[in-house]
T-cell receptor, first 111, second 117 residues
């Protein structure tokens, strides 16, 4: 089964700081999702990527397939970015579904 | 508005009393899935469905049943709930490519918080 390691597990930062959350996985994948879960519990898909880099507003996601590593960056962080960020690689082969989840990074942005 | 809906949002029940959590999507997605989320364990897949009448077990299927009689609905059934099924449950859906490719954005429902006493 594909293993997913996220780091850090917890991160507290000041408003305006540049944030990086890392995700490493152990086998080949077809795509990787970054999800955001707010304190109320709802989950939103931020990115799905299979190569390179994607940007949406202040959020940037990158993936290096060869190194089995992805990062989520937040520029000019704001308290409303406080949430749990979950990395979810979908590994290829070995079964029809293949979506696995990291345990999440709990981010707190202080004003 | 494109969305996945779940009902109920909150449920407190007793051991052994059968219950159903409904999930419905209005995006004509082929793929639907159920997850449970527990502290320290993250999201774990219970069952998934690639299309109508096609369902398969995820990582933690014991104690759960599902059905997919219509494309839009994917109910989760707990025939005899037990306290270890107390959890936060999410339904999700996405498109599915012709070759079975699932590399599409996942849409999640708002979650159902279930407590079994």
């Amino acid at each position: 089964k594909n293993e997913v390691e996220q780091s850090p597990q917890n991160l507290t930062a000041q408003e305006g700081e540049f944030i990086t959350i890392n995700c490493s996985y152990s086998v080949g994948i077809s795509a990787l999702h970054w999800l955001q879960q707010h304190p109320g519990g709802g989950i939103v898909s931020l990115f799905m990527l299979s190569s390179g880099k994607k940007k949406h507003g202040r959020l940037i996601a990158t993936i290096n397939i060869q190194e089995k590593h992805s990062s989520l960056h937040i520029t000019a962080s704001h308290p409303r970015d406080s949430a749990v960020y979950i990395c979810a690689p979908r590994y290829s082969g070995g079964g029809a579904d293949g979506l696995t989840f990291g345990k999440g990074t709990h981010l707190i942005i202080q004003p | 508005e494109a969305q996945v809906t779940q009902n109920p949002r909150y449920l407190i029940t007793v051991t052994g009393k059968k219950l159903t959590v409904t999930c419905s999507q209005n995006m004509n997605h082929e793929y639907m899935s159920w997850y449970r989320q527990d502290p320290g364990l993250g999201l774990r897949q219970i069952y998934y469905s690639m299309n109508v009448e096609v369902t398969d077990k995820g990582d933690v299927p014991e104690g759960y049943k599902v059905s997919r009689k219509e494309k839009r609905n994917f109910p989760l059934i707990l025939e005899s709930p037990s306290p270890n099924q107390t959890s936060l449950y999410f339904c999700a859906s996405s498109l599915r490519g012709l070759a079975g490719d699932l590399s599409y954005e996942q849409y999640f429902g708002p979650g159902t918080r279930l407590t079994v006493t």
